[in-house]
């Protein structure tokens, strides 16, 4: 009999850190209900409510949750996700009653004891489960023209610009189209005419760009009476918004601005 | 191979809803309207609070109200267009208030019609009245002989 040389394992660091200095530890786990909605058109015309019960990590977002629900318990959970790190707009939802983005929202930051209520944003018309129609969403943004016009002779190089000049439209460049201002607003939800915060945001940016020349065409266009007058100052969309822009403040600057061109 | 392997998405299809927003106006009326609220907010709040003042804090404040005080008041141009002004901005001001309020909560065209006429009928019933009195009202109408006040002379 020969004696079998065991191989110790390596330690899993080098450097011994005393008990009371805590070092990283065990990541805490905690049980979280999802109760989503569920919408199915091909088996009832009726939604309904279905709850989820999973073990989830401090570390993790909402949709990591529902990412576990469709991967280990549910395939058929249908929702939109993309970049799935709050940059690309695709997973904004209506949880525990509040626009957000599901990439963005972390689990240990609700109430964990209650379910996680996660339902689609208002508003839009739902084709399933989670996923929304967005066409309504985008026909206002593609009608505030969100693209740069400019009547000048095409330079051979970039169009400069001050750095006050860009600073005066900074804040509406950040958004991401991901519609949880527009599906937040009350007056959106009456009958979608109104133009939505989104689409606003988007012809500020433009609208307060040195460098374009069409203005005064959105300006126009949101003289409509579905346009910037229909905004209450709920401030909703500013509370939606993941990207944190001060959305009632650009609306009431396109205001201003149409009030200065008329009077 | 047919053409239409793959099925559209719901939004081009047949049975899908159309996504038509409503026709451009054109005109300001919104504008001035949204204007028209700030605006007249700002008088209203310099009237009314006069209006208070001036009934129920000067001389011998809410006990000198009576037929007599408001005969009295309308006696002078002053509080007649001091009151004809309040009159006219809180009725619009209100009207256009409550005219929003439909617009915002009433989702089908036919209940926003009806709503919105019986608002500018009632709105309109009311001006002409209020306007009517404060230019019209004799406190000691030609012919009366009972229930006059005491400062009237009775022929």
């Given at each position: 009999m020969s004696t079998v040389e065991t191989e110790l394992p390596e330690p899993a660091s080098k450097i011994e850190?005393?008990?009371?200095?805590?070092?990283?530890?065990?990541?805490?786990?905690?049980?979280?209900?999802?109760?989503?909605?569920?919408?199915?058109?091909?088996?009832?015309?009726?939604?309904?409510?279905e709850n989820f019960t999973m073990t989830m990590y401090g570390t993790d977002r909402v949709l990591d949750a529902l990412h576990k629900v469709k991967w280990e318990q549910d395939g058929s959970l249908t929702f939109r996700r993309s970049c799935a790190h709050g940059v690309c707009g695709s997973d904004a939802m209506r949880i525990n009653g509040r626009n957000r983005l599901a990439c963005k929202t972390l689990l240990k930051d609700?109430?964990?004891?209650?379910?996680?209520?996660?339902?689609?944003?208002?508003?839009?018309?739902?084709?399933?489960?989670?996923?929304?129609?967005?066409?309504?969403?985008?026909?206002s943004f593609r009608e505030v023209m969100p693209f740069l016009v400019n009547r000048g002779h095409e330079p051979a190089k970039?169009?400069?610009?001050?750095?006050?000049d860009r600073e005066r439209f900074d804040d509406t460049t950040k958004c991401i189209l991901c519609a949880a201002c527009t599906s937040s607003c009350p007056v959106f939800w009456t009958d979608g005419q109104y133009f939505g915060p989104a689409a606003i945001v988007n012809a500020h940016r433009f609208i307060f760009d040195s460098r374009d020349d069409a203005g005064d065409m959105r300006l126009e266009i949101l003289n409509d009476k579905e346009g910037v007058w229909r905004c209450r100052t709920t401030f909703n969309?500013?509370?939606?918004?993941?990207?944190?822009?001060?959305?009632?403040?650009?609306?009431?600057?396109?205001?201003?601005?149409?009030?200065?061109?008329?009077i | 191979m047919s053409t239409n392997a793959i099925a559209s998405p719901r939004s081009?299809?047949?049975?899908?809803?159309?996504?038509?927003?409503?026709?451009?106006?054109?005109?300001?009326?919104?504008?001035?309207?949204?204007?028209?609220?700030?605006l007249s907010g700002v008088i209203l709040i310099v009237l009314i609070f006069g209006h208070l003042f001036v009934n129920l804090m000067v001389g011998e404040g809410i006990h000198a109200i009576d037929f007599g005080f408001v005969a009295g008041k309308w006696a002078d141009p002053f509080w007649q267009v001091w009151d004809l002004a309040m009159l006219w901005l809180a009725m619009l001001h209100g009207t256009n208030g409550v005219r929003t309020i439909i617009n915002d909560y009433a989702e089908r065209a036919g209940t926003r019609l009806t709503l919105k006429t019986v608002l500018f009928i009632a709105s309109a019933v009311i001006i002409v009245l209020g306007t009517l009195v404060i230019f019209t009202f004799d406190p000691c109408p030609p012919g009366a002989v009972i229930d006059l006040p005491s400062f009237c002379t009775v022929p």
């Open positions: 850190l005393p008990a009371h200095l805590g070092g990283g530890g065990e990541i805490p786990t905690f049980d979280v209900t999802l109760r989503v909605r569920r919408y199915n058109p091909e088996v009832s015309e009726e939604s309904t409510w609700l109430d964990t004891s209650k379910p996680i209520t996660v339902e689609p944003i208002k508003g839009l018309p739902v084709e399933k489960d989670l996923i929304v129609d967005m066409e309504p969403f985008f026909q970039e169009r400069l610009q001050s750095a006050e969309c500013t509370e939606a918004c993941p990207r944190g822009i001060q959305i009632t403040q650009a609306i009431a600057e396109v205001k201003q601005a149409i009030l200065g061109r008329s | 081009d299809s047949a049975q899908s809803p159309k996504y038509t927003r409503s026709k451009s106006s054109g005109s300001s009326f919104e504008m001035f309207a949204w204007l028209f609220m700030r």
